[in-house]
């Protein structure tokens, strides 16, 4: 940064005051950015408390807990629900705090991806870094198509709380419907993510009081009316059953990918860090804050739904079972829908969201060459108020073409969603492993400090968590499958996107290749 572009001495009055402390958190943290090898292209116009609402939104607890509540019901009832996402929270809060550690000391947008060569030993970081960031990418890419596509099931599923005259389905969902549906979401969160970057902090600072207002709204009307009754507290907190297939034990791992879907965003916050004012403090403190309160907020929402639960044998014949359940308690379609609507309205802000964070991902990932066609996919665009446009159209068109998978399986949503969270998780583990083999010594000095028992603690437990969630969820939901469209094709996604990024490697990589700068 030359000298015409330092900050001017700090000025003492009010508002002023505040300005010139914000803009020299903005300096301090482009010149940190500059001295880990990059050029600052965006605007930082994002405060602590708008980072942590983006992070809340990413993970948009009762929207997320919404689209996938057939899998714990099928998989566990409502012990499953429950205590499965109290234990997954308790795992991502460890994840959060480790990723918290490193993000303080490299704060850019190539997130994990970054970390993980900075991290690693000369001689392997540049396999490290590429392994790790088409990781995080594809994981960033899949998770935001799971996003928009759950949007599209769960509307479906919204609208169908009304009935036909023959007391048939409204909308009936055929294939071609639903992924034009899809397309219309997707091109909606595009479009707004990338015309009102610079309003974008307000929407998400709004969305967390609409979030609230719609839960606690959600919780009174059907407590109070509970048209179908209600269970006893024993029932609610103890009842176990399985309707999967799988054994008892192992049916209650499956049914995970309930919790772990709706924490998965937890390290997506990372790559907005050149777009926030002092990443170094903010993003770690927002991560570990945002999984605490959607704790929080995920056992008021699903608490209240376990109390009025159908009766769970008819309860899984849908896809989307919360619109079934708010019906049965409020006792009519348009008090049902007009509950929806909180959740709906929650679920488009959560794919712009995504889409925002992946783009710069994307953006991240290019700028050290490791996407064919980089060149294109960096480019900034300063009409839109320094938008990376290109690398939010190609993700885009990747959850566009993956989004035809529906066509030939309505369990695509399944596999979208953990291919999502398997590789999410796995790129996160990737620089906290890399940390640990290198005794931490570099987040021993990091602002954001664990200490030494505690970091080693969280660290092992976000690792086993990893290793465990990759052969998890790339499992069916219910076995015996004897319906091609119910597989759960997660684990071909994933190949896919991995064999596209060995050959790449093969053919590019290995040789032209450099990584990021080194700090």
């Known amino acids: 940064m030359d000298d015409g572009q330092m900050k001017k001495p700090i000025t003492t009055t009010g508002d002023a005051l505040r300005a010139e402390l914000a803009g020299a958190d903005s300096d301090s943290a482009d010149q940190l950015l500059t001295s880990l090898g990059y050029t600052p292209e965006m605007k930082r116009n994002r405060?602590?408390?708008?980072?942590?609402?983006?992070?809340?939104?990413?993970?948009?607890?009762?929207?997320?807990?919404?689209?996938?509540?057939?899998?714990?019901?099928?998989?566990?009832?409502?012990v499953g629900i429950i205590w499965g996402w109290l234990a997954v929270s308790l795992i991502i809060l460890t994840v959060a705090a480790s990723l918290g550690e490193i993000t303080s000391v490299y704060p850019t947008a190539g997130g994990v991806y970054y970390q993980s060569f900075q991290l690693a030993p000369p001689e392997w970081r540049h396999l490290a870094a590429w392994t790790c960031?088409?990781?995080?990418?594809?994981?960033?890419?899949?998770?935001?198509?799971?996003?928009?596509?759950?949007?599209?099931?769960?509307?479906?599923?919204?609208?169908?709380?009304?009935?036909?005259?023959?007391?048939?389905?409204?909308?009936?969902?055929?294939?071609?419907?639903?992924?034009?549906?899809?397309?219309?979401?997707?091109?909606?969160?595009?479009?707004?993510?990338?015309?009102?970057?610079?309003?974008?902090?307000?929407?998400?600072?709004?969305?967390?009081?609409?979030?609230?207002?719609?839960?606690?709204?959600?919780?009174?009307?059907?407590?109070?009316?509970?048209k179908e009754g209600r269970h006893d507290a024993k029932w609610v907190f103890t009842h176990f059953e399985v309707n999967s297939g799988w054994t008892p034990g192992w049916s209650f791992m499956v049914g995970l990918?309930?919790?772990?879907?709706?924490?998965?965003?937890?390290?997506?916050?990372?790559?907005?860090?050149?777009?926030?004012r002092a990443p170094a403090e903010q993003v770690p403190k927002a991560?570990?804050?945002?999984?605490?309160?959607?704790?929080?907020?995920?056992?008021?929402?699903?608490?209240?739904?376990?109390?009025?639960?159908?009766?769970?044998?008819?309860?899984?014949?849908?896809?989307?079972?919360?619109?079934?359940?708010?019906?049965?308690?409020?006792?009519?379609?348009?008090?049902?829908?007009?509950?929806?609507?909180?959740?709906?309205?929650?679920?488009?802000?959560?794919?712009?969201?995504?889409?925002?964070?992946?783009?710069?991902?994307?953006?991240?990932?290019?700028r050290d060459g490791a996407i064919p066609g980089s060149r294109l996919w960096k480019q900034i665009d300063h009409r839109l108020d320094e938008v990376p446009l290109n690398a939010m159209m190609l993700?885009?068109?990747?959850?566009?073409?993956?989004?035809?998978?529906?066509?030939?399986?309505?369990?695509?949503?399944?596999?979208?969603?953990?291919?999502?969270?398997?590789?999410?998780?796995?790129?996160?583990?990737?620089?906290?492993?890399?940390?640990?083999?290198?005794?931490?010594?570099?987040?021993?000095?990091?602002?954001?400090?664990?200490?030494?028992?505690?970091?080693?603690?969280?660290n092992i437990v976000a690792t086993c968590w990893s290793l465990l969630a990759i052969p998890l969820f790339c499992m069916p939901t219910i076995v015996p499958v004897v319906d091609p469209a119910l597989m759960n094709y997660a684990s071909v996604v994933f190949v896919g996107f991995t064999v596209i990024s060995i050959?790449?490697?093969?053919?590019?990589?290995?040789?032209?290749?450099?990584?990021?700068p080194v700090a």
């Not at 409204?170 to 091109?187: C, E, H, R, S, Y």
């Not at 990918?257 to 926030?276: D, F, N, P, Q």
């Not at 379609?333 to 959740?343: H, N, Q, R, T, V």
Request: proline content about 4%; glycine content about 10%; hydrophobic content about 55%.
């Open 287 to 366: 991560m570990v804050l945002t999984v605490c309160i959607n704790t929080v907020a995920g056992l008021m929402f699903m608490i209240p739904l376990v109390f009025v639960l159908p009766d769970i044998q008819e309860l899984i014949l849908s896809a989307q079972p919360v619109p079934v359940i708010i019906k049965a308690a409020v006792g009519n379609s348009g008090g049902a829908f007009g509950l929806l609507i909180p959740l709906l309205v929650l679920a488009l802000i959560c794919g712009i969201g995504c889409t925002t964070a992946t783009s710069r991902c994307v953006y991240a990932f290019a």
């Open 47 to 78: 405060s602590t408390f708008e980072v942590a609402s983006m992070s809340f939104i990413l993970a948009s607890i009762p929207y997320g807990l919404s689209t996938t509540l057939y899998y714990p019901l099928v998989a566990s009832g409502p």
């Open 133 to 226: 960031g088409w990781l995080y990418m594809v994981g960033n890419v899949t998770i935001t198509l799971a996003v928009n596509f759950g949007t599209t099931l769960f509307l479906v599923g919204c609208i169908n709380v009304f009935e036909a005259a023959d007391g048939g389905l409204v909308f009936a969902g055929d294939p071609w419907q639903v992924f034009l549906v899809f397309l219309a979401i997707t091109f909606l969160c595009n479009a707004v993510s990338a015309l009102g970057n610079k309003w974008l902090p307000i929407l998400d600072t709004f969305a967390i009081f609409w979030t609230f207002a719609g839960v606690v709204a959600i919780i009174v009307c059907v407590l109070a009316m509970a």
């Open 503 to 516: 050959g790449w490697y093969v053919a590019w990589g290995r040789i032209h290749y450099i990584g990021p």
């Open 395 to 458: 993700s885009m068109v990747v959850q566009i073409v993956l989004g035809a998978i529906y066509f030939g399986s309505t369990a695509a949503f399944n596999a979208f969603s953990g291919v999502g969270v398997i590789a999410l998780t796995a790129s996160y583990a990737a620089p906290i492993v890399i940390s640990m083999l290198t005794g931490r010594k570099t987040v021993s000095t990091a602002k954001f400090n664990l200490g030494a028992p505690l970091g080693w603690f969280c």
């Open 257 to 276: 990918l309930h919790a772990a879907y709706a924490t998965s965003s937890t390290g997506m916050i990372i790559s907005m860090c050149e777009e926030v």
